[in-house]
Nanobody
Framework: VQLQASGGGLVQAGDSLRLSCEAS????????MGWFRQTPGKDRKLVSS????????FYADSVKGRFTISRDVAKNTVYLHMSSLQPEDTAVYYC??????????????WGQGTVVTVSS
């Protein structure tokens, strides 16, 4: 079981990026999928999540209106489209599979991190 994240990079404030997370090894329709981010010395925080079955989504207040999560069930892939990026969005972004909602965060699988750096 693997989650392969990609799409990070160095951008300027105001730019956009799209992160991708492809799941392999099994079908992840039983799991919610999401993205966490982590900065040095701080805990990973859930940024956004999506429920495979219903398309229900969650966004942290800090990214609402700027980030959009989507999924392609046929490709077992989740995307995080990030726009209007700001320096405070700089972090290592991790995709995850599990129960990821506003009130419950149980991660069953982690992907490797992908670095997003936003310069001012």
């Amino acid at each position: 079981v693997q989650l392969q994240a990609s799409g990070g990079g160095l951008v300027q404030a105001g730019d956009s990026l799209r992160l991708s997370c492809e799941a392999s090894g099994r079908t992840f329709t039983a799991y919610g999928m999401g993205w966490f981010r982590q900065t040095p010395g701080k805990d990973r925080k859930l940024v956004s999540s999506i429920n495979w079955s219903g398309g229900d989504t969650f966004y942290a207040d800090s990214v609402k209106g700027r980030f959009t999560i989507s999924r392609d069930v046929a490709k077992n892939t989740v995307y995080l489209h990030m726009s209007s990026l700001q320096p405070e969005d700089t972090a290592v972004y991790y995709c995850a599979a599990g129960t990821l909602t506003r009130t419950t965060t149980i991660v069953h699988y982690w992907g490797q991190g992908t670095v997003v750096t936003v310069s001012s």
